[in-house]
């Protein structure tokens, strides 16, 4: 009888001999597939996870079961340094963080895009800094399924000419990110007063962005993250009727620009033009709404990693 068999984390399918007295069986060298693990889409493998080392931060509301642990609305404010859960964060406590608040003037904010395939590899990484300079790169993942309706178009001879390997993409936009740091403060900035911000990138663009490159082998850079989203959620749009995708977000309040949706270098400027145009003093709401690298990790389990060398072959 046929069956499968596991083999260093791939799922190897066989199938018995023709001879039924024969105790072998026949490996299929076609018919292999990797498995969508834990290990593959979240955590790493159990012989490098401490139970001990996870850190979620749990809502201090009375009676409340909520933890940053996992990727859902209600852990947005939890992962953004506030002690409750989005659901009981409160325009006073809000207020109070505001009061407790400081930006200093070496600081840079960068909006930032990932679009992903559906196995979660990045297939786009795009960026807008306030001075209009823009970081755009397409990065070579295991099957082509462009989000950006504009990649889509691109032809096969033109979009492999312009793929970039994810490491190379992910090392040119650090650099990217250190000169627009190093030209805002004229070199006295550090990595700690970049803020990256994203839609919905306290459960979505914070983790894949960090995660990645762990697995890639690269240290992720000290950079706070804040997310825009629960900004329009509990202070600019409270109503619950109103949606704050980002397409009725540029509908309402940057009607001028025209947004391609899916798009990352047009979702990331389109960010920029919302947050900046509907939020007074976006800054500091912006800094308010976000975490340090130590705390964002600790709170989505990201401590839990390793960074390791790039696989399949380690450095030597």
């Not at 109503?239 to 899916?262: G, R």
């Amino acid at each position: 009888m046929g069956g499968t068999e596991i083999n260093n984390g791939i799922e190897i399918e066989t199938r018995g001999r023709s001879d039924p007295s024969s105790r072998g069986t026949y490996k299929s060298k076609h018919k292999m597939k990797f498995r969508l693990s834990t290990d593959d889409v979240w955590m790493p493998s159990s012989n490098i996870v401490n139970d001990s080392e996870f850190k979620f931060v749990h809502c201090q509301a009375s009676g409340c079961n909520i933890s940053s642990a996992f990727s859902e609305y209600n852990a947005m404010t939890l992962r953004a340094a506030f002690n409750t859960c989005t659901a009981h964060t409160t325009l006073d406590m809000i207020k109070t963080k505001i009061d407790n608040t400081f930006i200093s003037e070496n600081t840079v904010f960068i909006f930032y895009d990932l679009e992903v395939t559906s196995s979660m590899e990045i297939d786009q990484l795009s960026a807008r800094a306030m001075s209009g300079q823009h970081f755009d790169m397409i990065l070579k993942t295991s099957t082509r399924r462009n989000n950006s309706p504009i990649i889509s178009k691109f032809t096969p001879m033109m979009y492999m000419s312009m793929i970039s390997e994810p490491k190379v993409a992910f090392d040119s936009f650090i650099t990217w990110v250190n000169r627009m740091m190093n030209e805002h403060s004229n070199g006295t900035a550090d990595e700690s007063d970049v803020v990256l911000i994203a839609h919905n990138g306290m459960c979505h663009d914070h983790v894949i962005l960090f995660r990645t490159m762990m697995m890639l082998g690269i240290s992720p850079p000290k950079w706070r993250v804040s997310d825009s989203l629960p900004i329009f959620k509990l202070v600019i749009r409270p109503n619950p009727t109103e949606s704050s995708a980002l397409s009725k977000l540029v509908y309402q309040y940057a009607p001028w620009f025209v947004h391609v949706q899916h798009d990352g270098l047009s979702d990331s400027t389109a960010l920029k033009h919302v947050v900046t145009s509907a939020i007074p003093n976006w800054e500091l709401a912006c800094y308010v709404f976000s975490s340090d690298f130590k705390y964002f990790r600790e709170s989505v389990g990201l401590s839990t990693y390793r960074v390791r060398n790039s696989l399949p072959f380690p450095d030597t």
